[in-house]
């Protein structure tokens, strides 16, 4: 079993390798096929993990110094690499085609292709850390390698700025990160010597030790850290910014893969290393989720460029995801186990679900950004017949995130109620109070994100296209299209047969709340969900099979479509029928017998947007501008028209924006102090010495 | 009902489905009575929907010339959501077909797929018109959305099930829970609810000819013939089925609990008779309001997302 | 607040229950059935022209006295949902191209109603400078309302000839 994922480790770094040492022809495709490679040693292996419920531990004093390296790739793990090694094969093959054409994070470079295959590795390294050291050189290696991903587009102005926002944030993480785990291995069993220091085991074990101040203090260090990769709000500025500049498989990665891995580490430090913790700490964490799911939706509903508006769906479904795993920690803290591991499993399905999804979404929209060289809305349009499968593909998708029956994001988004719904029977205050606040968060996003993918799926495929590079866009290339369909068919098939992934999930769940008051030791669980095909809450009549809904839907459609064409064949024959076809006449749209009608009458994104935006006004704060320039005869005629509508991020405004403003002032006073004078700096030792002095004596 | 066999819950589905694909038309007409009467018309019959969806049935196929598939597949998914809700939704009876899978939530997030659906196509037809009114109709959606979920919720909590056929059957069994605070607050919120999702006045007209003040009729602008009909019959069955929705949930009494022919034609008449009724009110609500501007219409939506909310923390207080 | 409303109310449950104030009209000559539409007509109507007489008794024609809406018709704001296009006005230059469009997005079978004299040419202001040259599809209406305006029980008269109700 350590095999499968030690070759699935070391087949990424070779394909990293190859990736920088091959020649230019051969570069690309060796690096994916070894990335492929990789992934699927990963599954095999986590897949075997998850079917025992055991799981594997690799130790080795080599690799890095002092700690040495330690895998353990339990259940809880096991999920994670499950979702990252399928992202990352449809990314791979995905980046076959993109890398084709240049100009898009540097085609065929080096750089690029080594990168990818080293980030995918650090994705599949994080879940299987088992110790301090290892998990933090895997979160590392993944900040600098998507890093330096989105620099592969540095000559843009967009991508360097979001990248020293990412790499600023990303670094602030990873220090809270190293505290909070500082602080955890340093109780640890064994923190005497370097074997075995700050090994995931050892800290579980010494958890129980730890003086309650110390641990919720690395709890909050650890969530700020966990909480910003996984884009929660106050801490996901970085995301909006990072996730459109980034090449598109490497976005897709970011949103389907790395975000996950916030989420895990909240998880895994709260759930299992922290053994539950105390209650406050998962009303933080369902409270960010409430905050991020609201923000999130409402962002993507308002915004009109395509991967922007994706990026902050990612931060939603993240809320949505966050409000899962604090409730069942607030739940597991109280002892009410079994909802517990329902809440966990629904968080986990929607982070699943969530990653096929917006996987496949933002590889479909690299497609569209390729195609039509811009992915901004207001420019694009009528690409359901230039670019069908993608089309297709990005329907398939959007369905997803509304949470339409059949798909995965409605027998997720069910789950998450339905266990909102179990949890209000723990007939606790507090917890209640928050779950009702996760149900409110819940039921606003849905709207707002139908809004918004309508939004996107309408005005970016249908209509009429708006701009000669819509109207010429062509479609994808086959590994850009078989990509973006490898991640359609997991929305497919957990959406409608749910139940496969339920025991998989339910073991990974055991196994997080193995070490809570709740939890009465190993990973078995008494099941909250029945075994069957659909979802069934055990104890209760709740139940839904999807595989039924969309047979009865698919019945519907056959039955009125064959109503239409008999009764147009009817009429074709009918001798005062009119027309002989049985088909559909194609004319020129109704435009109130307007003489002239140009593809620029339509909706653009913005305007599809804006009654959602006037009713959000006072939280969005659009920055408006109309420009006018008149005729130089008279003042009376206009000459041009500009308009100029932009909304930035509410918390980037209102939060970062005064304290970068601040840190320059800071600078700009701190510049005034170090003015280069020598007598000065001469000063500044001698009046420190005579205040230490005074201090001593 | 857990006893009945496949064969008859099957058969209830059809009856139940047959029943919403006339009742949806009957009670337009029934509503479009009242309005004449009030207004002092004679008014145009009652089965006249019926005779303007026949006649569309053999009228001539027209496509926009920019659009593509999705235009001719929204009317089916109309169609197929709102007939796969009513066969499988406890409207005549507590066991139809399905009935063990019929959830709330199932309901909601159906009802939401046709609207999607017509937005889409409404985007499709590449004219102003269209884009208009599926922006706008997204808008009240994504508002009206959150309400109709937590008021369902509400309901839920109470009846300890999300299971329609649950809630039903748990009204029934506890009578006294009808006009508990949570219940009236959770009708009133998802009444406001439905006159969002119907497209009835204050929040919007469905027989305007001004295409600034359309929101639903925007997006159906371009659809002509049998489409159109599939598209208008879709809409009278969701509008039944909201009706039938909210009469079953509140007042479930008369719907059959067995599966004797008496006691599903009593279903019947009950059903016929409450949803004829709460038509009546909203006709009279109708005619006596005027339309909401558009942009208060959030306001309203607003508030029957606060009482939805009021309901499920009633329901959590109050035991 | 609450009894203003209700006191609001009585006179519309009140009217509610009395007898409609509409007039009763014999059934018009012609064959039962009409022109096929099994009873349902929408017309679409456009103005070519006209100078709002012919629709101020359009305007009665759908109202409480006349109901035109009883016998099935009813008017419509998109030709897609209509059966055809109710003309008043004379066809001025600038609305032949769009009466022309308005009649094309009408889907089969479909008729034209020409209502008042200016829709049947012999109107006072036919042959002036913005008059279009030719009537196009009015020519050949398939019903014909005269009248300077016509009265409103003549053009619910000949609505239900297209209706045969």
Known sequence: MSAALLLGLGLGVAAAASGGALPARSRVPVAAVLTVAACVAALVAAARVLASGSAITVNSAQVLPLTGVTLVLD???????????????????????????????GGRGRAGTALLPLFVTSLLAVPSAGSVATFLAAWEL??????????????????????????????????????????????????????????????????????????????????????????AVPLHVWLPRAHPEAPSPVSALMSGAMVNLGVYGIVRTGDDLLGGGQLWWWLVVAGLGAVSALFGALHAAASPDLKRLLAYSTVDNVGLVLIGVGASGALAVRGHRVLAALALIAALFQLVSHSAFKGCLFLAAGSVQQAAGTRDLDSLGGLLRRLP???????????????????????????LLQGFLRGFSAHSAVIATALLAGVAALALTGGLTAAAFVKAFGIGFLGQPRTPAAASAGEAGVSMVGGTALLAVPCLVLGLIPGIAVPLLAKAAGTALS????????????????????????????????????????????LAWAVIRLRGRA????????????????AEAWGCGREVQTPRMQYTATSFAEPLQRVFEDVLRPDRDLDVSHLAESRYFEDALRYHNRIDDAVERGVYRPLTVAAGRWGEFARRAQNGSMHRYLGYGFAALVILLVVLA | MSAVS????????????????????????????????????????VRQPLLDLWKLAGKERIHAEHSSAVLPLAPLVVIATAATAAAIAPLISTGPALGRTCDAFVIVF?????????????????????????????????????????????????????????????????????????????LVALVIVVFAETGRIPVDNPSTHLELTMIHEAMILEYAGPELGLVTLGETMRLGLLLSLLANLFFPWGIATTASPLGLLLGLAALAGKTAAIAVAISIVEVSTAKLRLFRVPEILSAGFVLAVLAVITGLVMP | MVTLRFMQLLPLLRSLFSRPVTERLPRPPGPRGGAGFGGSVQLRHVDAGSCNGCELEIASAFGPVYDAGRFGARLVASPRHADGVLVTGVVTRNMAVPLGKTLDAVPEPRVIVACGDCALGRGPFGGGYGVASSQGPLAAPDVAIPGCPPGPAAITQALRTLTGR
Not at chain 1, 198 to 218: K, T, V, Y
Not at chain 1, 544 to 555: G, K, M, N, T
Request: glycine share 16%.
């Open chain 1, 515 to 558: 070490g809570s008051p709740a939890g009465a030791g190993g990973g078995r669980l008494a099941g909250p969900l029945r075994a069957e095909a659909g979802l069934a809450i055990a104890g209760t009549t709740d139940v839904i099979e999807p595989a039924l809904l969309a047979a009865a839907l698919a019945a519907g459609i056959a």
């Open chain 1, 571 to 586: 009429r074709g024959r009918a001798p005062a029928g009119g027309r002989a076809g049985a088909g559909a006449r194609r």
């Open chain 1, 142 to 231: 993944m900040a600098l390698s998507s890093l330096f991903l989105l620099l592969t587009g540095h000559h843009r102005a967009e991508a360097r700025d979001a990248a020293q926002w990412y790499a600023v944030m990303t670094h602030a993480g990873a220090a809270a990160i190293l505290l909070a785990f500082v602080l955890l291995g340093a109780h640890a069993a064994g923190a005497q010597s370097f074997d075995g220091f700050g090994s995931f085991a050892a800290i579980r074990a010494g958890a129980s030790g730890i003086p309650s101040g110390i641990r919720s203090l690395a709890f909050v260090l650890a969530l700020a850290g966990f909480a910003s990769k996984a884009g």
């Open chain 2, 6 to 45: 496949p064969l008859v819950s099957a058969g209830v589905s059809v009856i139940q489905l047959g029943a919403a694909v006339t009742g949806g038309p009957l009670l337009y007409g029934l509503m479009a009575k009242v309005r004449a009467r009030a207004e002092g018309r004679a008014g145009a019959p």
């Open chain 1, 75 to 105: 259940p809880l793990g096991a999920v994670f690499v499950i979702t990252t090694a399928v992202v990352g094969v449809a990314a791979s093959w995905y980046n076959v085609g993109y890398s084709g054409h240049s100009g898009h994070g």
């Open chain 2, 110 to 186: 159906l009802l939401l797929l046709g609207s999607v659906a017509v937005a889409l196509a409404g985007l499709d037809t590449g004219t102003a018109f269209g884009g208009m009114g599926a922006s706008r109709a997204m808008t009240i959606g994504a508002l009206a959305e959150p309400a109709l979920l937590v008021a369902v919720l509400a309901l839920s909590i109470q009846a300890g099930t999300s299971n329609l056929p649950g809630i039903v059957s748990s009204t029934l069994a506890h009578p006294a829970w009808a006009v508990t605070p949570e219940r009236l607050l959770a």
């Open chain 1, 389 to 415: 499968a993608t089309a297709a593909l990005f329907g398939i998708g959007a369905l997803s995130v509304c949470a339409l029956p059949p798909f995965s994001g409605f027998a997720s988004e069910w789950l």
